[in-house]
């Protein structure tokens, strides 16, 4: 009994000395006293190569480059494997029509709801400003699912990911 013990106490204390040994020390005076404040002579440059430039003003950073999210119906209806989805982003006109498909993507045999997208959109179409919208479309044979409304997208604080679009039997 005693010698099992005195082994686990040995293991333990050899893990401690490895951890301890394998800590780096520190950079800011390690065991001088010194503190971590700067000396009066270190000069802090900005370096050009890392700063943040701001986008030109027609144009969004680049993070906005996709939508991402899933179609969904209320309906207790199974697709089948001949089903087609397609997920538009659509640049709303200044009357709040729908005008231009900027992106979309079309997924074959999507399987059952929700239906993940990621639609990739290039960010040079994308405009500061202008308004977006997610319009999708379920076709399965005769059976049709549109968007029963357009789910705002990309600029003026709406959602770019988890967009949930809920489309209707019908449309």
């Known amino acids: 009994m005693i010698r099992p013990m005195l082994t686990l106490a040995t293991c333990l204390a050899a893990l401690t000395w490895a951890a301890c040994a394998s800590t780096a020390p520190s950079t800011q005076g390690g065991s001088t006293g010194s503190t971590s404040q700067p000396d009066s002579e270190t000069q802090v440059t900005p370096d050009p190569a890392n700063e943040t430039k701001p986008p030109p003003p027609n144009q969004l950073p680049d993070t906005a480059t996709q939508v991402t999210g899933s179609v969904m119906y209320r309906e207790r209806i199974a697709l089948t494997p001949a ?3 397609q997920v ?10 729908p005008g231009t498909v900027i992106a979309q993507q079309t997924i074959q045999s999507p399987g059952q709801v ?15 400003g202008a308004t977006y919208v997610v319009n999708a479309r379920i076709t399965d044979g005769e059976r049709v699912f549109s968007t029963a409304s357009p789910v705002p997208v990309l600029p003026q604080g709406a959602r770019s990911s988890d967009v949930q679009v809920l489309v209707r039997s019908g449309g």
């Open 83 to 85: 089903a087609v989805v």
């Open 88 to 97: 538009e982003v659509v640049e709303l006109t200044q009357e709040g029509s």
């Open 114 to 128: 929700p239906i993940p997208f990621t639609v990739a959109i290039n960010p040079q179409r994308v405009r500061a």
